[in-house]
């Protein structure tokens, strides 16, 4: 790239930086310390607000440009990320968001461990959010790294590894000062950046084919080099019996992974009641809505304007398919337009890896300091201490992501990604809604859910195609690979509710009739809510 676009780019995004940092600060001179300011923004948000927030926390790196990228790749068999991220929330606005909302202060555990025996279950499920937040923060490193790594032309791989330091310092800074009110407004501002370039991508796309949607189709069709077999069926999933079950188990791990995820479900605390919370999942259902259909058009935009070969040279992942199309679509590399339009999409990308990163950090470093730490400490652990504790434990979360981003970074964004719902879908879910609809759940079935769902997940990739035994894992020269799958949530979801199950069964504890029917009545109608 030339200098014009390094410097436009670099000076868009030290401008996001600038504001967000100025939020951060006013956000930390105005709070008063508490673990509900720090964890729930003092539950002061609107419906409109949590729903703006929510978008800005779901619509990741890996949707911008792994989700595009995947498409102007594989055509039709990329969509299955468009579909798979958007149906999910239908899972949450049915199931989760209210009786979450009424049952839990600030985490997962809240929920889990109302009805049971507190220290097991906290440390159970904190340890599995901690793992899945840390999955999804490496998927926003790799963004970060490609995007650099294009921007520069590719020709400083110091740049791209100090680029991934840096997101990882300022995510810090974001958690350790603003807590989730610095948090929240950061990912407003970005859902409303990412929107907004969304709707101009694609408003330019459709211009350039004079709003013919089957031009479109056809052109990228053509340009694919694979014919209409680009906008048919398995062309990455549909090879043998192998990559179709792989599309079954990652479009499993998409639905069911969102209603799992540690930093989607805090997300419900911040507003004031659980109506509120439901309104919330509606906005947000709309804004994703929308900015998944323009995904479609930018995927395939990307496939027939800039071509797959180009896409591919530039990053094999497919993750810098929108700005090499931003940068087509402004007029070409030497021109005015194109180096403005590249400038603005590499900087919205900048700013939807910082406050996607920064509510992930939330999340998982609340993890740590409200169920990890506070079960180990439970009779000595209050509430600033165990604030002091999220803090210190979002710079060691921030140096696992930077270290894991690292070294995963020629993986495709969105792919790692559906791994983290994967291990969410796994391990999160079944424990959840068996605590919420199971009258003779008990503590053992509780932590067998867990550990079932978790420990076969992770299990899983590390013996699968991810890791080892072909030319795109993470030790290409290295093969123990013997789980055939790429993504492991066929088998170790169904082995989530099993373990879950199985436990339960199996114990001696006697269930709490009457601690399930309070739960009951709590989700319900949201009597004795916090």
Same mark, same amino acid.
């Given at each position: 790239?030339?200098?014009n ?44 607000e ?12 890996? #949707? ?9 790749l ?77 921007? =520069? ?12 330091v ?37 408003? =330019?796309v ?31 999933y549909?090879?043998?019996w ?37 309104? #919330?999942?509606?906005?947000s ?22 071509g ?31 180096t ?34 506070? #079960? ?63 009258? #003779? ?14 420990v076969?997940?992770?299990? =899983? ?14 030790f ?7 789980f ?8 170790s ?14 114990s ?23």
């Amino acid at each position: 790239m030339t200098g014009n676009h390094q410097t436009l780019a670099l000076l868009l995004f030290s401008a996001f930086v600038a504001v967000t940092l100025g939020i951060t600060t006013w956000v930390s001179r105005n709070r008063h310390g508490s673990a509900e300011e720090f964890y729930a923004g003092g539950r002061l948000f609107s419906p409109m607000e949590n729903g703006f927030a929510i978008s800005g926390d779901y619509m990741s790196a890996a #949707s911008f440009l792994g989700v595009t990228g995947l498409i102007s790749l594989y055509g039709y068999d990329g969509l299955l990320y468009v579909v798979g991220f958007l149906v999910a929330w239908l899972v949450v606005l049915f199931l989760v968001a209210e009786l979450v909302r009424n049952c839990g202060r600030f985490t997962l555990a809240d929920v889990v461990a109302a009805r049971m025996n507190e220290r097991p279950v906290r440390i159970a499920a904190g340890t599995s959010s901690v793992t899945v937040s840390v999955l999804y923060l490496v998927a926003q490193m790799v963004g970060a790294g490609s995007l650099v790594a294009l921007l =520069l032309g590719g020709s400083s791989e110091a740049a791209r590894n100090w680029t991934v330091v840096g997101v990882g310092a300022l995510m810090v800074i974001y958690v350790s000062l603003g807590g989730m009110r610095a948090t929240t407004w950061i990912q407003i501002v970005k859902a409303v950046l990412l929107l907004s370039g969304s709707i101009a991508l694609t408003v =330019l796309v459709l211009v350039r084919f004079h709003g013919d949607v089957n031009e479109l189709l056809r052109s990228a069709a053509e340009r694919s080099g694979h014919g209409d077999a680009f906008l048919a069926p398995g062309l990455k999933y549909g090879g043998d019996w192998t990559a179709r079950f792989d599309f079954i188990s990652l479009g499993l791990a998409l639905v069911l992974g969102t209603a799992g995820l540690p930093h989607i479900l805090s997300r419900f605390y911040t507003v004031p009641t659980a109506r509120a919370a439901r309104r #919330s999942v509606v906005w947000s259902i709309g804004l994703i809505g929308g900015f998944y259909l323009m995904t479609i058009v930018l995927g395939f935009g990307a496939a027939a304007i800039v071509g797959p070969e180009a896409v591919r040279g530039a990053n094999a992942a497919g993750n810098t398919a929108v700005p090499l199309l931003a940068l087509d679509l402004g007029g070409g590399a030497n021109s005015a337009g194109g180096t403005v339009l590249f400038a603005v999409v590499a900087a919205i990308a900048f700013a939807t890896i910082l406050a996607v990163v920064a509510g992930i950090t939330l999340a998982s470093s609340a993890s740590v300091a409200h169920d990890l730490y506070a #079960s180990v400490r439970r009779r000595h652990a209050k509430p600033r201490s165990e604030v002091a504790v999220a803090r210190t434990a979002a710079v060691g979360i921030g140096v696992v992501a930077i270290a894991l981003g690292l070294l995963a970074r020629d993986l495709n964004v969105a792919f790692l990604v559906g791994l983290a719902f994967a291990v969410a879908a796994s391990a999160n879910l079944p424990v959840l809604l068996y605590s919420l609809f199971w009258r #003779s759940f008990t503590t053992r079935g509780a932590v067998w859910a867990v550990y079932g769902g978790l420990v076969p997940a992770l299990l =899983l990739v590390l013996l699968s195609p991810v890791v080892s035994g072909s030319p795109d894992s993470l030790f290409p020269s290295v093969d123990f690979q013997y789980f055939p799958l790429q993504n492991p949530g066929l088998v170790s979801i169904p082995l989530g509710f099993l373990a879950g199950w199985l436990g339960t069964v199996t114990s001696a504890e006697p269930p709490d009739e009457a601690k399930h029917a309070e739960t009951e009545v709590r989700s319900l109608t949201g009597a004795g809510a916090v």
